[in-house]
């Protein structure tokens, strides 16, 4: 799976959009964009993913560019309960042993009042 | 549809003791995934199982580890003569029969002390 790097810490006021970018120059044409959060120590949250367009749900909405070698989470209005650590992973489609995910380090986001 | 289950929800062994972790995924998934996240650290794959299958081992330890999926019933996660280092978050996670994209629910983890 192509590797992903994210800034290790972010800021973001409360109501504001944070927005998360993740770079992964090596993305292959089969390989999937997915964010999940860590809230404290709890298990991870699944929260988007997308292979070239845009996406939006109810948690967030996620912009890839169209060279597919970087893309930004958007969380449109933070709030504390956002506070957390957001893991970029790219994922190959395929099954089998390329299913497993790679968990980076992360971005630290934290959500002020 | 209740999400992925993880019991116990924390446990604590003696060194050399057994440690038995259960996992039941989400209704309807029949993939199994098993992840480790040690003390102050990121979340590391172990292993993936299909029912009654192990589909990918390359995460776990080459001894005293091992992990099923029964046809009825959780998977489990077997640590033998637990040590020191072994304690941790231990994270299931479930996703459906495949697509090419199966998205990977995780449970609430347990968290093993070893004394």
């Known amino acids: 799976d192509a590797k992903t790097t994210q800034p290790p810490s972010m800021d973001c006021a409360e109501g504001r959009a944070a927005n998360l970018p993740c770079n992964h120059s090596?993305?292959?044409?089969?390989?999937?964009v997915y964010w999940y959060r860590q809230i404290h120590s709890q298990g991870p949250q699944y929260i988007i993913h997308?292979?070239?367009n845009n996406e939006t749900n109810e948690m967030a909405s996620l912009i890839i560019t169209e060279d597919r070698k970087s893309s930004t989470l958007i969380l449109p209005h933070a709030t504390l309960r956002d506070t957390a650590v957001y893991y970029c992973i790219v994922r190959s489609g395929n099954t089998g042993t390329a299913s497993k995910l790679t968990f980076g380090t992360g971005t630290r986001l934290q959500v002020t009042l | 549809n209740a999400g992925v289950m993880q019991n116990p929800r924390h446990l604590v062994r003696r060194r050399g003791q057994e440690a038995r972790l259960r996992c039941s995924p989400m209704k309807g998934h029949s993939h199994v995934y098993w992840y480790r996240q040690l003390p102050e650290e990121g979340l590391k794959f172990m292993v993936y199982l299909q029912k009654e299958n192990i589909i990918d081992e390359s995460g776990m330890p080459k001894e005293r580890f091992s992990a099923e999926f029964p046809k009825e019933g959780p998977s489990i996660l077997r640590i033998q003569q637990v040590v020191r280092g072994d304690s941790a978050a231990y994270f299931c996670?479930?996703?459906?029969?495949?697509?090419?994209?199966?998205?990977?629910?995780f449970g609430p983890g347990t968290r093993l002390t070893v004394l």
């Open positions: 996670a479930s996703s459906p029969i495949s697509s090419s994209a199966d998205t990977q629910y």
């Open positions: 997308g292979l070239k």
């Open positions: 090596t993305i292959s044409g089969n390989e999937y």
